[in-house]
């Protein structure tokens, strides 16, 4: 069984900048491919960013709307997914949820992804 649990969300003021971190824990971390979703109320859960990391290359997916401000990494050492965000905007407000597949492409449909965390906050302030 697979577990993830997200952190680092909070109050941020515009133009700042947060780091969240996603904890993996269960199968072989590295067969995973890692993503960040968001939703905030009334809307759909909307893609992030995605990526899949193996020893010879890194294929990403990254939204256009957080394209430039937002990276995914990772640390195999630690088991952890990070998702850094520069640049935050109020339209950035959202509950981050960090999702896993295992393998293959860094796809942007959530339904593709069988694990979940439970999600963090974050909100951005004019």
């Known amino acids: 069984q697979v577990q993830l649990v997200e952190s680092g969300g909070g109050l941020v003021q515009a133009g700042g900048s947060l780091r969240l971190s996603c904890a993996v824990s269960?199968?072989?971390?590295?067969?995973?491919?890692m993503g960040w979703f968001r939703q905030s109320p009334g809307k759909e859960r909307e893609f992030v960013a995605a990526?899949?990391?193996?020893?010879?290359?890194?294929?990403?997916n990254v939204a256009d709307s957080v394209k430039d401000r937002f990276t995914i990494s990772r640390d195999n050492a630690k088991n952890m997914v990070y998702l850094q965000m520069n640049s935050l905007k109020p339209e950035d407000t959202a509950v981050y949820y960090c999702?896993?597949?295992?393998?293959?492409?860094?796809?942007?449909?959530?339904?593709?992804?069988?694990?979940w965390g439970q999600g963090t906050q974050v909100t951005v302030s004019s």
């Open positions: 990526a899949t990391w193996t020893p010879s290359v890194t294929n990403e």
């Open positions: 999702a896993a597949k295992d393998g293959g492409r860094p796809l942007p449909d959530h339904d593709r992804y069988a694990y």
């Open positions: 269960g199968r072989t971390f590295k067969y995973y491919t």
